[in-house]
């Protein structure tokens, strides 16, 4: 299980082997040893847990984290941090959510008030990536651009897609999307 969850968590984060050897603190060989299995690591579990900011039961167990990779405020651009997530949230008792779906999800923290009345302080956002079949009209997303993102509402009215600020004092401007592959889809809001 250490060696599955380790290669889960590097993956997520998009590191190499090398890169993930380095964030424990040991060496790449040592690192391939517990991945391959030659080495089970149990010396270095509480250790890795702590680098990880992970419980160790999530490590040996079988506990679902996803990164939180962002705070976002309605109508502000935000970029995800893949490589410096500010933590990690346990979704083991979300439904339709498996180790192996896990991995296409990531969620944001709502900073602020003003996604009220759709969301406040602290409330946390599950969000799925890449699922543009699933996408409806109303569905809250995170709109992507090279210059950032977003959170937003989808409205497919005349079957063109666009997009609505959630902060209520830009709700009923729209944009056009050129795109449905720019959006990632809120799943689950989990409250404060």
Known sequence: MLARRLEELRVRWRLTKKEMAQKLGIS???????????????????????????????????QILIPVLAEVTAGNRFHLQEKAHHE?????????????TAMHHYALRIRGDNLVPFHKDGDILIIARNIQDKIRHGDMVVYHTAAGSWIRSL???????????LDLTGYFKTEQLASLSQLDKVVFVISS
């Open 28 to 62: 790449f060989p040592y690192y391939s040893e517990i991945i391959t299995g030659k080495k089970t690591g149990r010396r270095k579990v509480i250790d890795f847990a702590e680098l990880l900011q992970v419980s160790v039961e999530w490590l040996t167990g079988d």
């Open 155 to 165: 409205d497919f009215r005349d079957n063109q897609p666009k997009l609505r600020d």
């Open 88 to 100: 990690l949230i346990d979704i083991t008792h979300l439904p339709g959510i498996n180790k192996q």
